[in-house]
């Protein structure tokens, strides 16, 4: 009953913003970990930002201070603004989330649940 949607997903620039939203239903935000991951064509999944449950937020070393995550509680919803989009951007992002927390690109709780990804392509 737990599910993920993500949405915002196209094509951009060198240089360009983009903003992905993730919508979940079925358990409130604030009691579950969240995440956004990518993956790239021949690479493993990588994470974008986990979100604990207290709303700290990590971010994947490539990020480079670029991308910003918020979170809203009355809308059970993640927003993944993005900057400074280059090439490497490139790939399928996908919203997730997990009931207990995330680590190596998988969720170690018992409830799992992974959207079906927006695509972001960055291009001259």
């Known amino acids: ?9 196209g094509s951009v620039q060198p240089g360009g913003s983009l903003t992905l939203s993730c919508a979940i ?10 995440a956004w991951y990518r993956q790239r064509p021949g690479k493993e999944r ?7 449950k207290d709303g700290t937020s990590r971010y994947g070393d ?4 670029r991308f910003s ?3 809203d509680i009355a809308e059970n919803s993640l927003y993944l603004e993005m ?5 490497g951007d490139t790939s399928m992002y996908t ?3 997990c009931s207990l927390y995330f680590a190596s690109g998988n969720c170690y709780g018992r409830t ?3 959207g079906r990804g927006t695509q972001v392509t960055v291009s001259s």
Do not use: H, M
């Open 25 to 34: 239903s079925g358990v409130p935000v604030s009691e579950i970990y969240t």
């Open 62 to 65: 490539f990020v480079k201070g």
């Open 46 to 52: 990588e994470a974008v930002v986990v979100i604990e």
């Open 95 to 97: 919203c997730a989330a």
């Open 1 to 9: 009953q737990v599910q993920v949607r993500e949405s915002g997903g």
């Open 83 to 87: 900057n400074d989009l280059n090439a």
């Open 112 to 114: 799992s649940v992974w």
């Open 69 to 71: 995550i918020s979170r």
